[in-house]
């Protein structure tokens, strides 16, 4: 009789973080059906060199192994007259291609252009004060003084890369929360994404306001610091634009007007309709993501920010806006991107740092433009693909070498797959059956 293995699915398990990673990989191999290849598997992603290994296992709590994505690039983009080879992590089959072809096509017209607006950085303080407001207001220069005489030793530095706290502001929230008040705080971080100064900076002013207040025999409660990732004023504005008369031939049905109008259309849509917004900013974001990630960067902040910047008209929008005037098309995107090229991740992970080499070192402004420049085009590509001969075509194609692995197609059936479906339209089911009428498996 086979003997049944033990499932750990339904038992809490005590003291795992602290187990080795053997250890824990062997805990965690329990739950599944065959732990032996799980194991295999899982070990076959480790790095044999085993500091770099290490380097990977440290970044994170609980590690057990490396999960792959793709590591691609874009040529060839053109931005504020300068070439830039791209790197894009993104395991999205199409986005590379999409990007890479639309960075092609605004390339012969005159390219992207791009203008940093701001690059401030916003950190918060929330406290409650049961004293009166007015006092609290009248002290607020004083206060003021006194969070930056508390800081000037975190500071000093970033001021000598031209960064530092630049403004103090007491917003009171007291009608909707009782003695509810926060400093909302602006920075300057230079190249670096900041976060660990800017929190630092807001955990010292949280002790000083408490210290500040017991000097006056008064009692604040801090109830957090923490940095905010609604990042409205360290935003980047981009755009491409062309005569519409050399937008012929982008769409075999219409002229450069035609296609022009259809394509103001389906922007226009995103700004009024959230189900398609939703949509459409995502298309962006496999643009700004990639990079963002290939950077070691943080993509959750760039997003969240970006969706909030998306409803600050009191709806959610889209982030891109198309224009056709005076026989010109013009199409941008505005969105707010905290990116940092030194510290943290960019200088910790061995590919990151590459990227950046990639990328000639670009100062974190210009790692916004970057960014922000394969969003629009892939926005671009995505809403032309639409508005033409839809999207399933193009991404199923790219998704073909995905099929024929899930399928187990030997090399010799990829081969040939790959030019039947030249001009056939690539399905699951179609690739199945094509599979089957081939006798070379
Ligand atoms: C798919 O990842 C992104 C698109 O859905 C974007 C869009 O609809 O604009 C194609």
């Not at 929190?199 to 306001?209: A, K, M, Q, Y």
């Not at 891109?320 to 960019?346: N, R």
């Not at 100062?363 to 671009?380: C, F, K, V």
């Amino acid at each position: 009789m086979e003997e049944e293995r033990p499932r750990k699915r339904d038992r809490i398990i005590k003291g795992f973080s602290k187990l080795l990673k053997e250890d824990k990989l062997k805990a965690v191999s329990e739950y599944i059906e065959n732990p032996g290849e799980f194991i295999a598997l899982l070990k076959g992603f480790w790095y044999s060199d085993t500091e770099k290994q290490k380097q990977f296992d440290e970044f994170s709590e609980n590690t057990i192994s490396n999960f792959h994505i793709p590591y691609g690039v874009s040529p060839n983009v053109v931005i504020n007259g300068k070439i830039y080879m791209v790197p894009m992590v993104i395991e999205e089959s199409s986005v590379v291609a999409a990007a890479s072809a639309a960075a092609k096509f605004w390339g012969d017209r005159g390219g992207f252009h791009a203008e940093v607006i701001d690059v401030q950085k916003v950190g918060q303080l929330h406290f409650c004060y049961k004293g009166d407001k007015e006092v609290l207001k009248n002290l607020m220069p004083e206060i003021e003084t006194a969070l930056r005489t508390s800081t000037k030793d975190i500071t000093a530095k970033m001021e000598k890369r031209g960064g530092g706290i630049l403004d103090i502001q007491l917003v009171d929230f007291t009608d909707k929360i009782p003695d509810y008040y926060q400093l909302r705080v602006t920075f300057n971080t230079g190249d670096a994404m900041g976060a660990n100064f800017i929190n630092s900076c807001l955990e010292t002013f949280g002790h000083t306001l408490q210290d500040y207040f017991l000097r006056r025999g008064e009692n604040v409660e801090i109830v957090m610091a923490i940095l905010s990732n609604y990042t409205p004023n360290c935003r980047v504005k981009v755009w491409v634009e062309c005569p519409v008369y050399d937008l012929d031939g982008v769409d075999e049905h219409l002229d450069g007007q035609g296609f022009a109008e259809k394509f103001k259309k389906a922007v226009d849509i995103a700004h009024i309709d959230e189900y398609r917004a939703t949509t459409h900013n995502k298309g962006i974001y496999n643009g700004i993501d990639a990079v963002v990630i290939a950077t070691g960067n943080d993509f959750r902040a760039t997003e969240a920010a970006g969706h909030a910047y998306a409803s600050r008209n009191g709806h959610y929008e889209s982030l891109s806006t198309c224009e056709i005037k005076d026989g010109m098309f013009k199409f941008w995107l505005e969105v707010p991107i905290a990116l940092g090229t030194v510290g943290g991740l960019t200088s910790l992970h061995p590919l990151a740092k590459e990227s950046l080499e990639l990328l000639g070192h670009p100062s974190a402004p210009e790692l916004m433009t970057i960014a922000a420049t394969m969003g629009l085009a892939n926005n671009y590509a995505a809403v032309k693909s639409l508005t033409t001969k839809g999207i399933q075509q193009g991404h199923m194609k790219m998704h073909l070498a995905n099929i024929l692995n899930q399928l187990g197609a030997t090399d010799e059936q990829k081969a040939a797959a790959l030019v039947h479906f030249k001009d056939v339209t690539v399905t699951y089911a179609g690739v199945e059956e094509f599979l089957k009428t081939t006798n070379t498996k």
